[in-house]
């Protein structure tokens, strides 16, 4: 419910914003609104606005919406509104119009990283944990412990500040300086990411590269059974610790969990702690498929407490001003990593397996609204940002498309045919519905290999 729910309020929030955008600059260039409509169909909703008499109409569909304007092209115009219709203003008022509904979806991402980064994001100190050999980072001499504190000369805050500024070199597929600290002695490491693969960026690049953030130790202590897991099923309970397995000792969580993984049906003795007294126990992972292999599932979950967490972690809050400077800079950084890998899906050096659909945007928005609120303000100033870009694509059919057109009326001194605007309608809608379709596929794919 709290997904389906996040999921409708994420929808809800971007279609309203993007087309609020196309029609409040409709007004202020003097068009008539006849309807802003949220979501296809049949209307399940309608309110007239009587000083303009615009129709505000909610749908049966909420996947998307529109703003249908006065147009001589789509019926006739009384003599006392032609003024008003959208055909007969001028190029630079269309284009105005066009652009109002991405901008728009850009503005709200400004304004949502705003808030958060006033209000303070807990996020990963920028150290690096454990460094896998041969990594592109090992390579590059990379230690577990180093702070990273500058990447191209720009200064690191957090680990997120790592991924993003990481993942934008490693799309250029370039040498990038890494300025860290440990103690009292500075670091300067080339890491040189210009062997990556189309294949590294289908998971986590930066693990892949070996860019890992140093995590708390957890001990192999059980913080949560859930219920009708193996777990449960086999007597083990909250707060044991697990000593070992098949005789051999538990490390940590992370290895218990490795072991778990690799033993799907098999049965495992345990040794555990419970109550200062030492047990044995016999325990059977049940199978879970998870990316199409086979792992082992109990159903049992570490707790980390607040107090384990805190050393790793940080508060990066900015005052008002330097807030909203720092807001402009996220989003157009967003922005043109956005463009950037779609750019590189084109090209074939990025997969098209990281393209989204709705079952996949339906889970993070429930993911991140059970994180709590800056969580999802987080996630919907992404996704408002990815909206926003994919609109301004020179696609017909999409508000770039229409921008396309008006840009070609600029130099021409004309506008489109309707001829030609109707061949890239059609080019539009199959090139919408080719990705529509790889979007679906994605989605249904990774349900499919999560059951």
Not at 273 to 284: D, H
Not at 400 to 409: F, R, S
Not at 422 to 445: M, W
Request: aromatic share 8%; proline share 4%; glycine share 8%.
């Amino acid at each position: 419910m709290l997904t389906l729910l996040a999921f409708l309020l994420t929808l809800a929030v971007l279609i309203v914003v993007h087309e609020y955008g196309h029609y409040i600059v409709a007004r202020w260039c003097g068009v008539k609104v006849l309807r802003f409509s949220v979501g296809f169909g049949r209307a399940l909703y309608t309110r007239i606005i009587k000083h303009d008499g615009t129709e505000l109409v909610l749908a049966a569909f909420p996947f998307g919406g529109y703003v249908k304007m006065l147009d001589e092209r789509e019926a006739p115009v009384a003599e006392a509104d032609l003024s008003r219709a959208y055909n007969r203003q001028n190029v630079w008022k269309r284009s105005a119009i066009v652009v109002a509904g991405p901008l728009a979806n850009l503005l709200l991402a400004v304004a949502l990283y705003w808030v958060l980064f006033i209000s303070g994001v807990a996020e990963l100190k920028p150290v690096v944990g454990e460094v896998p050999p041969n990594s592109v980072a090992a390579q590059a001499s990379i230690k577990a412990g180093e702070l990273i504190t500058k990447i191209d000369g720009k200064k690191i805050n957090s680990w997120e500040d790592v991924r993003w500024s990481l993942l934008q070199h490693a799309l250029k597929g370039k040498q990038v300086e890494v300025e860290a600290v440990i103690g009292n002695e500075t670091f300067l490491h080339r890491v040189d990411m210009s062997h990556l693969q189309s294949a590294d960026f289908d998971t986590d690049v930066l693990e892949k590269m070996g860019f890992i953030p140093a995590r708390p130790f957890m001990a192999a202590r059980v913080g949560e059974v859930l219920p009708d897991g193996a777990a449960q099923r086999d007597g083990l309970m909250k707060n044991d610790l697990i000593r070992s397995v098949n005789g051999v000792p538990v490390p940590g969580w992370e290895a218990f969990v490795q072991r778990v993984r690799e033993s799907a049906n098999k049965i495992l003795y345990l040794e555990i702690e419970r109550a200062g007294k030492v047990e044995k126990l016999e325990l059977t992972p049940s199978t879970e498929l998870q990316n199409g292999v086979k792992v082992g599932h109990i159903g049992a979950a570490y707790r980390m407490q607040e107090s384990e967490l805190k050393q790793y972690l940080t508060e990066v809050r900015y005052p008002p001003l330097s807030a909203l400077s720092h807001a402009v800079i996220k989003t157009w950084d967003t922005s043109v990593l956005s463009l950037k890998m779609l750019g590189n899906m084109l090209l074939g050096t990025v997969s098209w397996k990281g393209v989204s659909g709705p079952i996949t945007i339906a889970n993070l928005a429930g993911q991140t609204a059970q994180l709590g609120w800056k969580s999802f303000m987080a996630f919907l100033a992404l996704v408002s940002v990815s909206l926003g870009v994919l609109n301004l694509l020179p696609v017909p059919v999409l508000d770039g498309g229409h921008l396309m057109y008006h840009t070609v009326e600029i130099i021409r001194g004309a506008p489109v045919s309707d001829a030609a605007m109707e061949i890239g309608q059609r080019v539009g809608l199959a090139l919408l519905g080719l990705l529509i379709t790889v979007a679906l596929y994605n989605d249904l794919s990774h349900l499919i290999h999560s059951l």
